[in-house]
């Protein structure tokens, strides 16, 4: 009798915990969907288990507010849980938390491993918040909260540290490739390439040359026609669709790069965002996130209301058999039904049958047009003012 009471109790506990456990699962999706629906952007990779007739949290997530509620409605499940989240920025960092890039173009990766796909990059100067470290790698998030792992081209560093770096006077490269050099000389030998949007610290002048050192401690001499004074830069900024155009120009020829954002190399969407960066906007990484976006001028084919400087996506639109829209292509409209664009390489296309440069592909993949200019406060937009990352 006692072994059949003993079996009867077992199995409802079994029951119990396969209940809790199903439970957890659906609040678990929820959770994701509510505080991390994009991985790009956020991590929550949480499950839950059960040992020894115990609820079991695994895992790691870098939003606070997505732990604290995860807590919260395991115990009001449970009861009883075992806490084993990892909240990032890990606690092993300690207040090394921070970062700045010191490489031109640092590459960012999917997984911490050099044969993984290339996502994004960051580039000289750019602040960032490190969330864990594996190895030589280290997990970060960049301004525009793209998450992944870079191997080196990061100086840590604490709050204190990057509040302090952060408000030394720098430099912005403006040419499209430089080098800074060893001696204020055009002979010198090279200290690093640098690309479009690379920052450096000022120590100084010397002639011609602007006396510079990067987050590594590195010095150089950069010359005053590749780089202007960041002061005098976002001084000088006026966004306007003409512009945009003129900036985007300027990358001509540059070949297409999957997840480059630097003038070495550029996607469709690091190549719109690097032409907004330059003008002192950050915009999101990915087409898929920039479509978010803006004002909406066109989803019709009509690009009579298009501006310069707007961002025209392309695609494959929701259907019945696959009711989701995916955006996998963005480019910048230049007037006259012209866009410019990276597909093999930097260059102009027309969505007009009539002109030599028709690119029948992108019109008859194309999504919608979307106002940039005008719409910075918006979601999505933001300046490097009120970037969290640029106003410690």
């Known amino acids: 009798m006692q072994k059949i009471f003993f079996l009867f109790v077992l199995f409802f506990s079994t029951l119990s915990v396969m209940s809790q456990n199903s439970d957890m699962d659906f609040v678990i999706k929820l959770l994701k969907e509510k505080y991390a629906p994009d991985s790009r952007v956020g991590v929550f990779n949480v499950e839950a288990v059960e040992q020894g007739g115990q609820l079991i949290l695994k895992g790691k997530t870098n939003s606070r507010l997505a732990y604290d509620d995860l807590i919260l409605q395991a115990k009001a499940i449970s009861g009883i849980v075992r806490d084993s989240i990892r909240l990032l920025p890990d606690r092993e960092l300690g207040d090394t938390v921070w970062g700045v890039i010191y490489n031109s173009a640092g590459t960012l990766r999917a997984e911490p491993r050099y044969g993984s796909e290339l996502v994004s990059q960051g580039l000289l100067g750019m602040p960032v918040m490190i969330l864990e470290k594996r190895g030589g790698w280290w997990r970060i998030q960049t301004p525009d909260k793209y998450i992944g792992w870079m191997n080196g081209s990061v100086k840590a560093m604490t709050k204190p540290e990057l509040q302090q770096y952060l408000q030394k006077p720098k430099i912005i490269v403006t040419s499209v490739f430089a080098h800074s050099l060893e001696k204020p000389e055009r002979d010198s030998l090279p200290v690093s390439d640098l690309v479009t949007g690379n ?51 300027r990358f001509m020829g540059i070949p297409y790069l999957w997840g480059g954002t630097s003038s070495r190399g550029l996607d469709c969407s690091g190549f719109t965002k690097t032409v907004y960066f330059m003008h002192g906007v950050i915009l999101a990484r990915d087409a898929s996130q920039q479509v978010h976006s803006g004002k909406l001028t066109d989803d019709q084919g009509d690009f ?7 961002l025209l996506f392309f695609g494959s639109k929701a259907t019945d058999d696959n009711p989701e829209e995916k955006v996998v292509h ?56 009120e970037n969290e990352f640029y106003k410690q």
């Open 330 to 385: 963005v480019g910048i409209y230049i007037g006259n039904n012209r866009f410019i664009h990276a597909s093999d390489y930097i260059h102009v296309s027309s969505l007009d049958p009539a002109d030599p440069l028709y690119d029948g592909y992108n019109r008859n993949r194309y999504l919608r047009t979307k106002r940039i200019v005008g719409m910075v406060g918006t979601s999505g937009i933001e300046t490097i003012f």
């Open 304 to 310: 009579s209301n298009a501006l310069p400087g707007d």
């Open 199 to 249: 920052m450096l610290m000022i120590k100084g002048a010397n002639g011609e040359f602007y006396h510079v050192e990067y987050p590594d401690g590195r010095e150089g001499y950069v010359s005053k026609s590749d780089a202007v004074e960041t002061t005098e830069w976002l001084k000088g900024i006026k966004l306007t669709g003409e512009s945009i155009v003129n900036t985007a120009y």
